[in-house]
């Protein structure tokens, strides 16, 4: 958490968090009054033949992986829903959690280990300015989204796990990522 390696990675954090996030509501969560009991929940049962595409050859066609798929629908969604509300639809801050079973040395072995060590970290993803109905449809404005995504999440140093190191192991980096957006 102290070496050099990982202080490297310190000005990547510092920019991606930089900035505001914009709520997804109209308002803070209020703990008095946003309650379990209050939670509304849409159910959508998606045909076989799409979950079927987005599980094997749309992460196929696009050399991606399917979180990298599910994230680009999810970004540009919420950046479609934020235009409609007039909102700036320019990225969403979200915590990505990995397995956390990157060797942090050459030679680590972690065969013999059991189960996962989680890690979090934040990215920001932007699917910039698209035809919103050109991606539904699967159009080519999908392919520059996913494209776009799977760039943004490759750029993210050593899979995330130097973030929770900085912010939690560095006594001279976590106070300063402590006080940037999460």
Do not use: C
């Amino acid at each position: 958490a102290t070496g050099q390696p990982r202080l490297a990675e310190l000005p990547f954090w510092d920019q991606l968090l930089d900035g505001d996030d914009p709520l997804l509501t109209v308002r803070p969560v209020d703990p008095d009054r946003d309650l379990g009991a209050t939670v509304r929940q849409l159910s959508v049962k998606v045909s076989t033949e799409v979950t079927s595409a987005l599980l094997t050859s749309v992460p196929t066609a696009f050399h991606a992986g399917v979180d990298d798929v599910l994230l680009t629908g999810l970004t540009a969604a919420l950046a479609e829903w934020r235009r409609r509300r007039g909102q700036d639809p320019a990225g969403v801050l979200l915590d990505l959690e990995g397995h956390g079973r990157v060797p942090l040395t050459d030679g680590a072995d972690l065969t013999r280990t059991v189960g996962w060590f989680t890690s979090s970290y934040p990215v920001r993803l932007d699917v910039g300015v698209l035809d919103g109905t050109d991606v539904r449809s699967g159009g080519a404005a999908a392919g520059r989204a996913i494209k776009r995504v799977k760039e943004q999440l490759r750029a993210v140093p050593g899979d995330g796990l130097g973030y929770g190191m900085l912010r939690y192991l560095n006594p001279e980096t976590a106070s300063a990522l402590a006080a940037l957006p999460t």
